[in-house]
C-alpha cells in the first residue's frame, strides 16, 4: 500500500482529529470567506464553546474584538494571495483573557485539481513549552512596555535597559523572536490600537493619530494604507 493510498483509506477527517490529542494546540480549517469549516476541540474552548457545531460557519468577527477580528481575517487574505506564516511569535489573548505568548503558522488549502479552497492554521500556546518561553523572556519586558506605552515617544535605548541588552542584542533578539525590529514592532502596535479606535469610536482621524502616537495625521494614513 502506497503512502498515498494508506492517506485515502484513513480518511482526512479522521486524520485531522489526530489534533484533539494535542492540548496545546488550536487548529482550524477556514473556506475562501473566512469562515471555520473545521477546529479541534482546543480551539473550540479557546472560544468559549464546547461543540464544534457552535463555531462553524463563524468569522473571527465572531469571537474577538473587531480591530482583531479585522487583523485575523486580512491575514487570511495574504495566506490566500500566497504569502506563508511560519511559527510567528505573538503576544494574544489567551481563554482566560490573559495575554500570553503564541507561534502561529498558516497555509493555503488546496482540492485535488491544486484549486485554492481555504486556509488552514495552527497556534501554539507556549505556556507549557519552558525551553521557548525562556528564549523570549529577553524580550518580554520591552513588548509589554510597548504595548502598554504605545502612544508616548519610545526609544530603543529606553527598551534595550529594560531588557538588560545593549541596543544591538535587543534589535537581534526581536528579528530572532518575532521576526521584526523593535521599531516594526512599535509601529504595529500603534496601528493596532488606531484600527480599535477607527472601529469602536467616533474620533477624527487626526486625533485618533495623536493618541497612538503617530507624528501626524498624513503619515498614520499612509502607514494604514500599507
Not at 507624528?215 to 494604507?225: R, T
Amino acid at each position: 500500500m502506497t503512502e498515498h493510498e494508506l492517506l485515502q483509506q484513513a480518511g482526512v477527517q479522521k486524520i485531522i482529529a489526530a489534533f484533539d490529542l494535542l492540548p496545546d494546540i488550536l487548529f482550524w480549517v477556514k473556506d475562501t470567506q473566512s469562515r471555520i469549516v473545521y477546529a479541534n476541540t482546543e480551539f473550540v474552548q479557546h472560544q468559549g464553546f464546547k461543540h464544534l457545531e457552535q463555531v462553524l460557519n463563524k468569522t473571527d468577527y465572531d469571537f474577538s474584538p473587531q480591530h482583531m477580528a479585522h487583523q485575523f481575517v486580512s491575514d487570511d487574505e495574504r495566506v490566500l494571495a500566497g504569502h506563508q506564516v511560519t511559527d510567528r511569535l505573538e503576544l494574544n489573548h489567551t481563554s482566560s483573557g490573559e495575554l500570553g505568548w503564541f507561534s502561529t503558522s498558516k497555509r493555503i488549502l488546496t482540492d485535488a485539481k491544486g484549486n485554492i479552497i481555504g486556509t488552514l492554521g495552527i497556534t501554539r500556546h507556549l505556556e507549557k513549552t519552558s525551553k521557548t518561553l525562556l528564549n523570549v523572556n529577553a524580550i518580554e519586558a520591552p513588548v509589554k512596555y510597548i504595548r502598554e506605552h504605545y502612544y508616548t515617544n519610545i526609544t530603543i535605548e529606553k527598551l534595550a535597559d529594560l531588557a538588560h541588552l545593549s541596543v544591538s542584542a535587543l534589535e537581534r533578539r526581536f528579528k530572532k523572536y518575532l521576526a521584526k525590529t523593535p521599531n516594526q514592532f512599535i509601529n504595529e502596535t500603534r496601528l493596532e490600537n488606531a484600527r480599535r479606535l477607527l472601529i469602536e469610536t467616533s474620533l477624527p482621524v487626526g486625533e485618533i493619530a495623536y493618541q497612538c502616537g503617530f507624528s501626524g495625521p498624513s503619515y498614520f494614513s499612509k502607514q494604514l494604507s500599507n
